[in-house]
């Protein structure tokens, strides 16, 4: 019961900040210009800012390993590969099958991240979304246009990915953070609690934004499909992952973020990339909103589980 009430503790405030969020859009104060607006904010400001702070004051002897940096890499990339295998040959259209396999591996781990790991190990545990990040970030760049390729008709541009990846403002922020922590490079005071201030509303506005982006649009139209998409992403994928994670070991901070990136909700940006590349749009939106909805609970039991059984 005690496992269960703190899991509470963890999951509630987010879930209602969700709401709040919603409330806001629903009573006229966040639109559609205002989310968009918000996300450009909270993506090129925002969480840099966070991850640049985070990475400068890492404490590198609590730093994970290659093996947790290799589980994340090709953790994605399995995912990935058993969706371009399996899907499209139960979609035949590559519009929605592209945007199913992008759905399915690409989580909004960006987002969630922060403010779960905040909440389940302090600020202790944000270094490892920073570490996370430049892993998780490049990689889903560049399987997503792989993964729409095929309803776009046009050959996926290495220079293109390559350019996004390298100009990308929560990789930079990371490098930086990095070479900051490699120099021991400190900066004056005020500056010091301007780049704390602006971290710290990372996380609510992100879910203020998140909840107010959430719409349900073309959600019966696609049912049958969306059903076993959501079984598949929001339990089979994060219960198969985060069982191997267990049986390799991993404990305490590095199994918390493994949890949280493989049962995390589909990424909000896959939708407009989605939409840019040719896929199904009303599907990709329709997924956005139900794995949000669904993975309030559907995380909130691999936290207790972990809880439960004293793995973090």
């Known amino acids: 019961m005690q496992e269960f009430l703190i899991t509470l503790d963890i999951m509630l405030p987010l879930l209602l900040t969700l709401c709040v969020g919603a409330l806001l859009r629903r009573i006229g104060l966040m639109n559609d210009a205002t989310t968009n607006g918000m996300n450009k904010l909270i993506f090129k400001l925002l969480l840099p800012v966070l991850l640049f702070k985070n990475m400068r004051d890492l404490d590198t002897t609590a730093a994970p390993g290659f093996g947790f940096a290799a589980f994340v890499l090709f953790g994605i990339l399995g995912v990935y590969a058993a969706a371009q295998l399996i899907v499209p040959r139960f979609l035949k259209d590559p519009r929605q099958s592209s945007v199913v396999v992008q759905a399915l591996f690409r989580t909004n781990f960006a987002i969630l991240g922060v403010p779960l790991m905040q909440a389940i190990f302090g600020d202790a545990g944000l270094a490892f979304v920073a570490l996370v990040l430049p892993i998780n970030i490049p990689e889903n760049n560049i399987l997503s246009v792989f993964a729409l390729t095929p309803c776009s008709g046009q050959k996926a541009d290495a220079k293109k990915i390559l350019r996004q990846i390298v100009t990308n403002p929560m990789i930079l922020g990371v490098v930086l953070g990095a070479v900051c922590l490699l120099l021991n490079v400190r900066l004056p005071k005020a500056v010091d609690k ?66 949280i990136l493989f049962g995390a909700p589909t990424a909000v940006s896959s939708f407009p990339m989605a939409q840019a590349m040719g896929g199904d749009g009303q599907l990709a939106a329709s997924q956005v909103v139900l794995t949000t909805i669904l993975s309030m609970g559907t995380l909130f039991l691999l936290i207790y589980l972990c809880k439960l059984c004293a793995f973090f």
């Open 194 to 259: 301007v780049i704390g201030n602006i971290a710290g509303l990372t996380s609510t506005v992100s879910l203020l934004v998140l909840g107010a982006s959430l719409k349900i649009q073309g959600v019966m139209q696609h049912r049958k499909t969306l059903c076993w998409m959501l079984l598949f992403k929001q339990l089979i994928i994060p219960l198969t992952l985060a069982g191997l994670a267990v049986l390799l070991g991993f404990r305490g901070m590095e199994l918390g973020v493994l949890v």
